[in-house]
């Protein structure tokens, strides 16, 4: 009896701990995982709910699932997201049907004049196809957007498309219209633009031609998007923290089956295999249904191997400048004028203060380095008050006003990029910033004006900007990525009045400047939905190669700021939207392409049958090396060590004809960057009789001494005289 009150108060013990453990773990370890599982069954009893359901009961042995399934996606493709521990994780990672388990990670957020700097011109009255257009649908994944914004207007619209299939749930305080028909969030509390970054890429590809706009008088022009009578669909994914992975994937779930015709989404920061990618698998399961997916490079540049946006199936964007640039310049108490950049339109009348470097003005408490830099804790308010500061750094912008400077002159990191200031300042190179502190150090009394912002016409454009990620392609080697550069520099688009147009500003505008690789990429976006008005029918593939082939060669660049801009910072050049209408030939990409791609990916059957929702069979016989996908670019990484010996590699390509029915095309080869590359092709005649035929060639590259900092390049052209089909071609190190 004794023995038994013992054994049982031992169980109770033992249960107790256990209990007390497993609430451990529930507390501490369990984190938020998505779940992915490839394409939709098609089977009519499959319901994907109640199989995320049972695989969870399977692995926790629990009965309610409410606190672990967070969400599910169950209209595009199939997966969930749970809040599972380790060893649940690794678990649910070994069951049938399952592709990849990963970590819901953070990714992150990344124009009057740049439409005419590409051509498309309103004035010259350029092509277009209103009602094509007006059924277009561009569905903007980012931070959300304004819906009272003029750019988004509803002004002559028509009801939405009958394709339309989705909804405007942009929940508090949020009206859709006719211009804006759809709206949806996965974060915070609405579809509600908090700080101008999805106004701002939303208006660029498809905000309504409004006249008139400037920030504060600079820029003053219409601003308007690529396909001003489109429509668009607004999903929210971010909080000011970031953009979540469970959040982007619903949006992808929602914008393919609402109908739309093409995402364009500025968001990037995962380098991940593409199975773990939310961009990338979202991305996939659009191309699937035949829908586009425009994706920037990110700000991450100038260094190689920067670039996310990897897969074949997304068009990835960087930026370079147009010719429109802001100055502002700087005179010295000397006479001496500096050159500097910035989006100033407060206007001190020329008149000069005295300059006070931070090193100076910092109390004793400070070192050398962080005065400099104009850091707040820094600061003595009666050495800086009235005066011009001088910053080794941008952020002295940020506190300039609180301690009373009339203006601040900082070094920039970013000397190619003009940005909103919130008081009179200008951003000075390395060589203008050393003579302005060695006038400083010189002078008795060294003082300053900071002008207003000019605008100029800059002929050194397109260059790709500094901050713009650059290649290689760290997935898949043998694909050249960025595909191409757009306009994303200094660009006045739609803007929230909820946010502040730059740190630290007390005004609210409706329409401000922005840089980055999210400006560039609803540019192409606009460029994508502008061929589609034309030609409805046309897959991804082709409109991205029409994109691509038909871009401005832009020659590499030695010394910008120090580096060398080759194709790993621009692809296949700069965007150029009239030729891109009338490529003549395109380069053309199925779903199964794709697939014989992650074959030669070493992808296995069995996990492309869960992604494809098709029955695979990688065997060499269809397993395509990555470096022979059908691709507008061609691209090889060349592993020997040595790097003096000879290779030969060769490409695979087949072009379909969109052009004139009978048509002979040439190729000729035109020399490009770095070591000489031998390029021959056969055939090197091609000739169509229809529209819709396809023909096949072999590109054979010879090279040799290949240069280690920089890759080698040539232009391969298709000509028939009236149309010019230019893929770079790329060999590195
Ligand atoms: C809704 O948003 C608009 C624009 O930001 C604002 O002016 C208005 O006050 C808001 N209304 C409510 C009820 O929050
Ligand atoms: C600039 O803005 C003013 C109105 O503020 C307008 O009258 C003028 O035509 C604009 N200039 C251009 C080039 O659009
Ligand atoms: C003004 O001072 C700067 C820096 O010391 C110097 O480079 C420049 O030549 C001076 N300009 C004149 C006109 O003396
Ligand atoms: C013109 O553009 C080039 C390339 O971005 C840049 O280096 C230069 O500073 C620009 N010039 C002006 C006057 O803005
Ligand atoms: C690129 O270089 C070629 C050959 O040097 C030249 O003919 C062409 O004008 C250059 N293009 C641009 C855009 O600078
Ligand atoms: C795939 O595996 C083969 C054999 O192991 C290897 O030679 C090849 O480099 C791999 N391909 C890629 C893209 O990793
Ligand atoms: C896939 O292959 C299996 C076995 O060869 C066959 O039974 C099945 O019908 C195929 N499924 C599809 C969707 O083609
Ligand atoms: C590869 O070929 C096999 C047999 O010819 C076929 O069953 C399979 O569908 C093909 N796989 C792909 C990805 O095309
Ligand atoms: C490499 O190619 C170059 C030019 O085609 C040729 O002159 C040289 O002999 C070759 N070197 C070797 C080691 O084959």
């Known amino acids: ?150 750019s988004f207007s509803d002004k002559g619209f028509g009801p939405p498309p009958k394709k339309w299939k989705g909804v405007c749930s942009g929940g508090k305080n949020f009206t859709c219209n006719n211009k804006l028909i759809g709206a949806r969030y996965y974060t915070g509390e609405g579809t509600r633009d908090p700080d101008g970054h999805g106004t701002h890429t939303a208006s660029i590809a498809a905000g309504n031609a409004v006249p008139d706009i400037s920030f504060f008088g600079l820029g003053n022009g219409t601003v308007r998007g690529g396909v001003p009578a489109a429509r668009i669909a607004a999903y929210n994914v971010c909080t000011d923290k970031g953009c979540p992975s469970d959040a982007i994937l619903s949006a992808f779930d929602d914008a393919i089956a609402d109908g739309v015709d093409l995402i364009t989404i500025s968001i990037g920061g995962v380098r991940r295999p593409f199975e773990s990618d939310p961009i990338a698998i979202g991305a996939f399961h659009a191309m699937a249904k035949g829908i586009l997916t425009v994706n920037s490079a990110g700000n991450n540049g100038p260094f190689e191997l920067s670039v996310t946006a990897l897969a074949p199936w997304i068009l990835c964007v960087a930026a370079s400048t147009t010719n429109r640039g802001f100055v502002t310049k700087v005179i ?241 050049g700069h965007v150029n939207p009239i030729a891109a209408l009338n490529p003549g030939l395109v380069y053309e990409l199925e779903k199964a392409d794709h697939i014989a791609f992650l074959c030669g990916m070493n992808y296995t059957s069995d996990v492309l049958k869960v992604i494809s929702g098709e029955n695979v069979t990688c065997s060499e016989k269809n397993e395509t090396l990555p470096r022979n996908l059908n691709y507008p670019s061609m691209t090889y990484m060349y592993l020997d060590s040595d790097t003096d010996s000879n290779f030969t590699v060769t490409f695979d390509r087949t072009l379909t004809n969109v052009g004139t029915p009978s048509s002979t095309y040439k190729s000729t080869v035109v020399a490009g960057y770095g070591s000489k590359l031998s390029v021959s092709v056969t055939p090197s005649v091609l000739s169509f009789k229809t529209v819709n035929e396809k023909q096949s060639f072999r590109v054979t590259v010879i090279g040799g001494n290949l240069d280690e900092q920089v890759p080698s390049s040539a232009n391969l052209i298709w000509s028939d005289g009236t149309h010019n089909v230019r893929s770079p071609i790329v060999v590195y190190a």
């Open 1 to 150: 009896m004794a023995k038994l009150a013992a054994y049982s108060f031992l169980l109770s013990c033992l249960l107790v701990v256990f209990l007390c453990s497993i609430s451990a773990v529930t507390d501490e370890d369990k984190k938020e995982y998505i779940v992915y599982m490839g394409s939709l069954s098609s089977r009519a009893d499959y319901t994907p709910m109640s199989h995320h359901m049972s695989i969870l009961q399977e692995v926790t042995g629990e009965s309610s699932m409410e606190d672990r399934l967070v969400r599910s996606y169950t209209r595009s493709f199939n997966g969930f997201v749970a809040r599972l521990t380790k060893a649940e994780r690794d678990k649910v990672a070994k069951m049938e049907g399952v592709v990849s388990v990963f970590t819901n990670k953070k990714l992150q957020l990344h124009t009057t004049m740049s439409w005419d700097f590409m051509g498309l011109k309103e004035e010259q009255k350029t092509k277009r196809n209103p009602t094509m257009e007006s059924d277009t649908i561009i569905g903007v994944i980012d931070g959300g957007i304004t819906p009272e914004s003029q």
């Open 332 to 572: 010295l108490g000397n006479g001496t004028t500096l050159v500097g950049k910035s989006v100033n339109p407060f206007d001190l009348k020329g008149k000069k203060y005295p300059l006070v470097y931070g090193k100076s003005a910092a109390s004793s408490k400070c070192d050398a380095e962080t005065a400099g830099l104009c850091d707040p804790s820094c600061l003595e308010k009666s050495r800086v008050e009235g005066k011009i500061l001088v910053c080794d750094d941008a952020n002295g912008l940020k506190t300039a006003k609180s301690v009373g400077a009339i203006a601040v002159i900082f070094h920039s990191p970013i000397p190619d990029v003009a940005v909103v200031v919130p008081l009179p300042a200008s951003g000075l190179g390395m060589e203008d910033f050393e003579s302005l502190v060695s006038y400083i150090e010189s002078a008795d009394s060294p003082q300053a004006a900071v002008l207003k912002t000019e605008t100029v016409f800059n002929r050194t454009a397109p260059v790709v900007a500094y901050f713009s990620s650059c290649g290689p392609n760290a997935l898949a080697r043998d694909i050249l990525k960025p595909d191409i550069t757009a306009p994303g520099v200094e660009i006045l688009a739609a803007y929230s009045p909820d946010g502040e147009p730059s740190k630290h500003d007390p005004r609210r505008v409706k329409y401000s400047v922005l840089s980055g690789t999210s400006m560039a990429c609803p540019h192409i976006a606009g460029v994508a939905a502008y061929i589609k008005t034309f030609y409805p029918k046309w897959s991804p593939s082709m409109i991205q190669s029409a994109i691509m082939t038909t871009a401005w060669l832009v020659n590499a660049t030695d010394k910008i700021l120090g580096r060398t801009s080759t194709e790993f910072g621009y692809g296949a």
